[in-house]
């Protein structure tokens, strides 16, 4: 008799276990199946959009990540900059960004959007001044009146960094022999990428155009070695002289940046002097 | 009339609470509606500011978030603990029932679907959410984006409710087609992984239903008119006393609509002791009343 009921309790257990693995690769096929297309859908998603983010956004990877897409620094900007991306836009549903040509930033000083982020992905800390949204490009010389001998200067006029985002580089115009050209270069080290530029341009469609700066920028590899602004002394691996040395300066050279930069908008009255 | 007001007493109140929590979200947007300089409830379901200082976040997007290997910020993280507090009061799944917009697309379905006596032509298990809610924070980890939210039909109403209707709609459309014609509660009640995630808070949340057993004559109207009516397992409730279930929403359909009156919101009691052989049971009927 007892031996019959351990027969029937070990059936019992084989069942169960047979059980365990037909509902383990049920659900496993289920969860495989479903991940895959869900992952697949998620890489799809995470590929990088051409968009320009609100003023301190963190790199693009970490940004779609920490954006909980809640919107509220699309109800903080009171220039209506901001919209969060439809279906069918460049940018990630949901996510926020804006189109230069239509609605620039306006570069509050207080950076209402970055400030109402709740999860961090617009960093609440930013000067909108060090801000990178993007990179102004002259995309099209060809186009730009400027390039053609006539007197422009809108977008160097509209600049908020005036004279320091975009210069006036004067050439002689060869075709007549006494006139100028007025060619605007966009300088890297203070474009914030606000787009007002872009706004202004005076063509149909715009010849200066704000580029994310993982397109607008290209990189110099670490071997070249520009003697007339790096002063310190070449080492045997080719690498500046101390490590510790480079960081103070670059910290001190952007304390210099940002005490040199001054918003034309936020001028009291001694920018033009 | 006022008979009628007071049988449907929470299902008008459900879709008054759904409806201006919703108002609330698109003044606060649209108009900048603001009382003393701050506004009122700005952002959405995912992640909101009330009165201009009360952080609010979804805690299964802040989960999602730290699973894809980001730290959040301390307002974001408080906001999830003040929701999740407030949750673990009033009920898991009151937020199923009382704020999901969603909700009011499907209990429409589920009516039409009980008018038309449209046959169900899948057999989703009701534990598929759990599945859904553990392969999301899985992907989370693995893509590094909260992968929930990036296809969440909820999310999207919600923001597009707010913000200007796109394709959201989309997403609802088909969980109102599914929901009647494939699967009665397809989405609430067998796929959504943010009713799984607050099913779980409802397992140890204060408010609760009492089952009075003595009045009860055993009719199933209750289990009729339940969107979950495995939480009404009679051989459960009749020895337990109360919904335990984490699945309950607090809609409060069985109270009006039990004829003997057996049932009413009340607090939390100690479970009884056998857990075990009730835990069976419970797993039984989950798997029967698909």
Redesign the interface.
């Known amino acids: 008799m007892r031996s019959q009921g351990d027969k029937n309790i070990k059936m019992v257990a084989e069942g169960s276990r047979r059980d365990f693995f037909i509902k383990f690769g049920q ?1 496993g096929t ?2 495989l199946v ?2 895959t297309l ?2 697949g ?3 799809n ?2 590929s990088h959009a051409f968009v320009l983010r609100a003023p301190g956004a963190l790199p693009e ?2 940004f ?3 954006c ?5 620094c ?3 900007c009171p220039f209506q900059t901001l ?2 991306a ?3 836009e460049r940018a ?3 996510t926020p960004g804006f189109s230069a040509r239509e609605i620039p930033c306006y570069m509050c000083e207080d950076v209402p959007c970055a400030r ?1 982020c ?3 992905a617009l960093d ?1 800390g930013i000067d909108i001044n060090q801000s990178r949204m993007g990179l102004a490009v002259l995309l099209d010389q060809e186009s730009c009146i400027a390039f053609q001998g006539l007197r422009c200067e809108v977008c160097y006029r509209a600049c908020p960094l005036l004279d320091k985002a975009i210069t006036l580089d004067y050439r002689t115009q060869k075709r007549t022999g006494k006139h100028a050209y007025f060619e605007p270069i966009v300088h890297s080290e203070f474009c914030t990428g606000c787009g007002k530029c872009e706004h202004v341009c005076i063509l149909e469609e715009s010849a200066i155009r704000i580029l994310p700066l993982e397109l607008a920028q290209g990189k110099l590899g670490e071997n070249y070695r520009l003697g007339w602004k790096d002063k310190s002394r070449i080492t045997r691996d080719f690498k500046s002289e101390s490590d510790s040395g480079t960081q103070t300066s670059n910290k001190e050279i952007q304390q210099e940046q940002r005490n040199r930069v001054m918003d034309s908008l936020n001028d009291e009255g001694t920018l033009y002097e | 009339m006022s008979n009628i007001i007071y049988r449907n007493r929470f299902a008008i109140s459900r879709r008054i609470c759904q409806l201006s929590i919703l108002l609330l979200f698109y003044t ?2 649209i108009y900048d509606w603001k009382i003393g300089g701050v ?1 009122v409830l ?3 379901l ?4 009330l009165f201009g200082m009360i ?1 609010l ?2 805690p299964y ?2 989960f999602q ?1 730290l699973f ?6 301390f ?2 993280l408080m ?1 999830a603990v003040i929701i999740l507090g407030f949750y673990l009061v009033f009920g898991g799944r009151a937020f199923c029932s009382w704020v999901c917009p969603v909700n009011m697309i499907t209990d429409n379905a589920q009516k039409l679907r009980a008018r038309f006596k449209i046959p169900s032509l899948l057999k989703i298990n009701r534990r598929a959410r759990y ?2 809610l553990g ?1 999301s924070l ?2 989370s980890f ?6 929930f ?3 969440s039909p909820i ?2 109403l919600h ?1 597009e409710l ?3 209707m ?2 959201g709609w989309v997403g609802v459309a088909v969980i109102f087609l599914f929901d009647l014609f494939i699967q009665k509660q397809a989405w609430c009640g067998h796929l959504c992984p943010l009713g799984g995630f607050y099913s779980i808070l409802g397992r140890v949340s204060l408010l609760r239903i009492n089952f009075n057993k003595e009045k009860c004559t055993k009719c199933g109207d209750c289990h009729r008119i339940c969107p979950e009516p495995q939480v009404l397992n009679l051989a459960v409730i009749f020895k337990e006393e109360m919904v335990y279930s984490g699945n309950c929403t607090n809609c409060g359909r069985c109270i009006t609509q039990c004829p003997e009156e057996c049932f009413q919101f009340s607090l939390r009691k100690s479970r009884p002791d056998n857990q075990e052989s009730l835990l069976k049971e419970i797993n039984f009927s989950e798997n029967e009343s698909n």
Not at chain 1, 68 to 72: L, M, P, S
Not at chain 2, 68 to 73: D, E, N, T, V, W
Not at chain 2, 142 to 147: D, E, N
């Open positions: 659900i289920f969860a479903g991940g869900w992952s859908f998620l890489s998603a995470k990877d970490d779609l990540a920490t909980i897409k809640c919107g509220q699309v109800d903080a919209s969060l439809k279906v069918g990630q549903i949901g109402a709740p999860t961090g609440r | 606060s947007f506004e700005e952002g959405n995912s992640a909101s500011t952080p976040t979804d997007a802040a978030i894809s290997g980001h730290s959040l910020l307002d974001t906001g599945w859904i392969l899985v992907l693995l893509s590094g984006v909260a992968a939210e990036w296809i999310s999207m923001r707010i913000y200007g796109q394709m």
